[in-house]
C-alpha cells in the first residue's frame, strides 16, 4: 500500500535552517509528481512547493520562493523540503503528497501524516 | 492567483441529512480542450491529513461513499453529503490545480453534527 513517511520537523530558531524529508513506498516514486503542504496551527491548507516525477522543474508559491527548495532522490524514493531562513510564520505542520497518477496539473491523491515545525526564538 | 472562496465556514447538520457546501475560484478553472474543471475536494478530520474524495470536480475518488458527491463547473462548485453520518464531521477545504503556481485552497469548511 502507498505510504509516505515524513520526517525532520522540530523547534528551530528564526533564521536558521531544517531540511524535511518524506520516503515513499508502495508505488513506482519516479513516475509521480510531488508536493509539500503546510497547516499552521488551527488554520487551513498552504502548499509550498511542488516537483515533477524526474525532478526536473521545481514550483513555489512566492511566500517562500527564494527560501525553500524542493528536491527528490528517485533512488532513495525520498522527497525533501530545505528551508531556509525561517520566520515565526513558517510554524506549520508540513505534509508531503503525491500527484494523481497522469502527469502534471493533478490534485493530490495521497497524503503523509506530516511533520510540526516549530520556529520561535 | 486564483483565490478560492468556501461557504459557508461551518454549518451543523442533524445526522440523515444534507450538507451542502459552496466553492467559488476567482478564476475559471475549466479547461475547455478538455472539458475538464480542475478542482478536488478533501475531508480533514482532526489529528489526520486530508484525504482526497472528489477529483475534477465530480469524480469521486475509490472507496469514497457514494453519499458524497461534486458538481459545478467553471467557477462555482458544491460538494454534497447526501445524508450526514457521524463519520463525516470534518473540514472540507476544494482546491484548484488549473492555473498553477500557486496550488490555492479554499478556507475550509467545518461540518458538525445539530
Known amino acids: 500500500q502507498v505510504q509516505l513517511v515524513v520526517s525532520g520537523g522540530g523547534v528551530v530558531q528564526p533564521g536558521r535552517s531544517l531540511r524535511l524529508s518524506c520516503e515513499a513506498s508502495g508505488f513506482t516514486f519516479s513516475d509521480y509528481g510531488m508536493h509539500w503542504v503546510r497547516q499552521a496551527p488551527g488554520k487551513g491548507l498552504e502548499w509550498v512547493a511542488g516537483i515533477w516525477d524526474d525532478g526536473s522543474n521545481q514550483y513555489y508559491p512566492d511566500s517562500v520562493k527564494g527560501r525553500f527548495t524542493i528536491y527528490r532522490d528517485n533512488f532513495k524514493k525520498t522527497l525533501y523540503l530545505q528551508m531556509n531562513s525561517l520566520r515565526v510564520d513558517d510554524t506549520a505542520v508540513y505534509f508531503c503528497?503525491?500527484?494523481?497518477?497522469?502527469?502534471?496539473?493533478?490534485?493530490?491523491?495521497?497524503w503523509g501524516q506530516g511533520t510540526l515545525v516549530t520556529v520561535s526564538s | 492567483d486564483i483565490v478560492m472562496t468556501q461557504s459557508p465556514a461551518s454549518l451543523a447538520v442533524s445526522l440523515g441529512e444534507r450538507a451542502t457546501i459552496n466553492c467559488k475560484s476567482s478564476q475559471s478553472v475549466l479547461f475547455t480542450s478538455n472539458n475538464k474543471n480542475y478542482l478536488g475536494w478533501y475531508q480533514q478530520k482532526p489529528g489526520h491529513p486530508p484525504k482526497l474524495l472528489i477529483s475534477?470536480?465530480?469524480t469521486r475518488e475509490s472507496g469514497v461513499p457514494d453519499r458524497f458527491s461534486g458538481s459545478g463547473s467553471g467557477t462555482d462548485f458544491t460538494l454534497t453529503i447526501s445524508s450526514l453520518q457521524a463519520e463525516d464531521v470534518a473540514i472540507y477545504y476544494c482546491q484548484q490545480y488549473y492555473d498553477i503556481p500557486p496550488i490555492t485552497f479554499g478556507q475550509g469548511t467545518r461540518v458538525e453534527i445539530k
Open positions: 503528497a503525491r500527484d494523481q497518477e497522469g502527469g502534471y496539473k493533478r490534485p493530490f491523491d495521497f
Open positions: 475534477w470536480a465530480s
